[in-house]
């Protein structure tokens, strides 16, 4: 019993509160970064309602206004259609432009279904009627050349402009046509030589209406009338033009606009 208690109380007096190991320093244990990204404010980690609810209005604002502005061109096409018969305004300016990017949005489609079926009721072409590179393969030879033939008839020249706005197809045929020259055959260049076909276009500013017509204007300014045929006779060029008006308007095939410059220098219909 005795030699219990005394080593009891040895291991008492030698026991030691060990130190802390050198090889394991006393640091602070850092929670991750993702727990102290979970314990952040919540302010900075939800949406409030208000911004949530500022962002939609923008969106839609933004839509809004996109949309407006699609219908807004679309009326304007509308207008051009009633002008010149067409919905294909050409290339050159800003309604030209929205054309081509609707054909765009089309091929790739991304068109809004209403968007495409209100230029169907237009008559909108989904390829662009002034893009022609055959002019044998990709149009009715026979139609674009009564087409032509019409155009001559009423203009007095075979000076079509690629950007014939009354029949872009046509402008696009004739400039095809003078491409393909070399490669449309004795029968179809006789064909066209015979309908005064120019294979050189001569056009400069202007149309070549607005050509002639400055030139019988000018005519006026120092007969103080529009008979050319009175002056210089049936066969002058200019006269000539001017039968070919007097033609197209009994037919009902000259333009409103056209008569109306006609009318301002007292045309002789």
């Not at 067409?86 to 990017?101: E, I, K």
């Not at 400069?204 to 002639?212: D, E, V």
């Not at 033009?241 to 333009?255: H, N, V």
């Amino acid at each position: 019993m005795f030699s219990v208690s005394v080593l009891a109380v040895a291991f008492l007096v030698d026991w030691r509160v060990p130190s802390p190991s050198p090889s394991l320093p006393n640091r602070r244990v850092r929670p991750p970064a993702n727990c102290a990204a979970d314990m952040g404010s919540a302010d900075a980690a939800v949406t409030t309602p208000a911004s949530a609810s500022e962002s939609a209005a923008s969106t839609g604002a933004a839509a809004a206004a996109n949309e407006a502005a699609w219908w807004a061109m679309l009326g304007q096409l509308r207008a051009y259609a009633r002008e010149f018969g067409n919905a294909d305004a050409p290339l050159g300016n800003d309604l030209g432009r929205w054309c081509a990017a609707q054909r765009r949005v089309r091929a790739s489609g991304r068109l809004a279904p209403a968007r495409e079926a209100a230029l169907d009721d237009l008559g909108f072409s989904w390829t662009s009627p002034s893009d022609v590179d055959d002019p044998v393969a990709q149009r009715d030879w026979g139609e674009m050349c009564r087409k032509f033939a019409a155009y001559r008839a009423a203009e007095g020249d075979g000076q079509v402009p690629k950007k014939y706005k009354l029949d872009p197809s046509l402008g696009g045929w004739v400039a095809a046509v003078r491409r393909a020259r070399a490669t449309l055959g004795e029968a179809r260049t006789a064909e066209l030589d015979a309908l005064g076909f120019e294979w050189v276009s001569t056009r400069q500013c202007g149309s070549a209406f607005m050509h002639s017509f400055r030139e019988l204007r000018a005519f006026y300014d120092e007969h103080g009338h529009t008979d050319v045929r009175r002056v210089d006779g049936d066969d002058a060029p200019l006269a000539r033009w001017c039968a070919a008006q007097r033609k197209a308007y009994a037919k009902g095939q000259l333009p409103p606009k056209r008569s109306g410059y006609l009318d301002g220098i007292e045309f002789d219909w």
